[in-house]
């Protein structure tokens, strides 16, 4: 089984993403986060369901969305996943996304 890694830039993500919903609605901040790490989990038994980020740095990036959020994620091995960021779906990804903080 795959092992799914939250890289620290993954988890901050995700921290803003529930302190900005929950400003207003607490519940729904909640609500958000788990789901997206519930959604995460499908990647243990389908790895490379989500899209190709086209990119140059030759590392096996991938796409899965939730809602209105792409989750970026690194097919690092067969045996483990980092998942390198959450971004909303209005940001332009390529500047947001760190590829040179890849390992």
């Known amino acids: 089984m795959v092992k799914i890694n939250w890289t620290k830039e993954a988890e901050d993500r995700l921290t803003e993403i529930y ?3 929950s400003k207003d609605k ?10 997206i ?4 989990q499908i990647l243990k038994d ?3 369901i989500g899209y190709k980020y086209e990119h140059t740095s030759g590392f096996h990036i ?8 792409r989750i970026a994620y690194w097919i690092k091995s067969e045996n483990r996943i ?3 960021g959450v971004f909303h779906g209005a940001l332009e990804l390529k500047r947001h996304l760190k ?3 890849i390992r």
């Open 46 to 48: 389908f790895p490379e």
């Open 99 to 101: 590829m040179g903080d």
């Open 26 to 35: 607490p519940d729904a901040a909640s609500k958000v986060v788990n789901e």
């Open 37 to 40: 790490y519930k959604k995460v």
């Open 19 to 21: 302190n900005y919903i």
């Open 62 to 69: 991938r796409i899965l969305l939730y809602g209105h959020y």
């Open 82 to 84: 980092d998942i390198l």
